[in-house]
T-cell receptor
Framework: AQSVTQPDIHITVSEGASLELRCNYS??????LFWYVQSPGQGLQLLLK??????LVQGIKGFEAEFKRSQSSFNLRKPSVHWSDAAEYFC?????????????FGKGTHLIIQP | NAGVMQNPRHLVRRRGQEARLRCSPM?????VYWYRQLPEEGLKFMVY????????ESGMPKERFSAEFPKEGPSILRIQQVVRGDSAAYFC???????????FGPGTRLLVL
């Protein structure tokens, strides 16, 4: 069965520093890949997605992610974080047609921004 | 263009009561997904519906839970005889077509006393 692993439960970064959140997936083919962000008590907002083509995708709020097939990874990056980036980040895969029709989510990475 | 709407945002029920959660998809979207988020967990897929049809309910508990998406009106997730373990955030997402990007609503936080 497909699965998504986000190895870091919590990450603390200083404001202005660079950020990388890790995501690995397990699936036989290339899935559709997503990163969502959730602020406390809120719904999920789509940051970016990868369906095909260029493996480096740009998203909103200055985020980008790179799909690496050989590593089954889809890591999220931002060159300089802002205090407003503090939130929960979820990586997800869509394996419709090869598994359940919904998204499979990782357990999330809680991002803390230090002043 | 309004986003996905869910109501109520917060719902408190006593054990044994029924909970009804409503989801109105984005305009032009005919595909609806329900997810459950337990504390400290990611979201878990429950059910995928199109208008008047349940397409995939592989993530739905076998008892007490049901979902519908009628021709007119919002999608409804219904939980009968709620138990404390049903306390969670329930999110709805919609998409314009199969395998298209899903857009999420703000969620309904269910608390069972």
């Amino acid at each position: 069965a497909q699965s998504v692993t986000q190895p870091d439960i919590h990450i603390t970064v200083s404001e202005g520093a660079s950020l990388e959140l890790r995501c690995n997936y397990s699936y036989g083919a290339t899935p559709y890949l997503f990163w969502y962000v959730q602020s406390p008590g809120q719904g999920l907002q789509l940051l970016l997605k990868y369906f095909s083509g260029d493996t480096l995708v740009q998203g909103i709020k200055g985020f980008e992610a790179e799909f690496k097939r050989s590593q089954s990874s889809f890591n999220l990056r931002k060159p300089s974080v802002h205090w407003s980036d503090a939130a929960e980040y979820f990586c997800a895969v869509d394996t419709s047609g090869g598994g359940a029709d919904g998204l499979t989510f990782g357990k999330g990475t809680h991002l803390i921004i230090q002043p | 263009n309004a986003g996905v709407m869910q109501n109520p945002r917060h719902l408190v029920r006593r054990r044994g009561q029924e909970a009804r959660l409503r989801c109105s998809p984005m305009k032009g979207h005919s595909h609806v997904y329900w997810y459950r988020q337990l504390p400290e967990e990611g979201l878990k897929f429950m059910v995928y519906l199109q208008k008047e049809n349940i397409i995939d309910e592989s993530g739905m508990p076998k008892e007490r839970f049901s979902a519908e998406f009628p021709k007119e009106g919002p999608s409804i997730l219904r939980i009968q005889q709620v138990v404390r373990g049903d306390s969670a955030a329930y999110f709805c997402a919609s998409s314009p077509d199969y395998q298209e990007t899903q857009y999420f609503g703000p969620g309904t936080r269910l608390l069972v006393l």
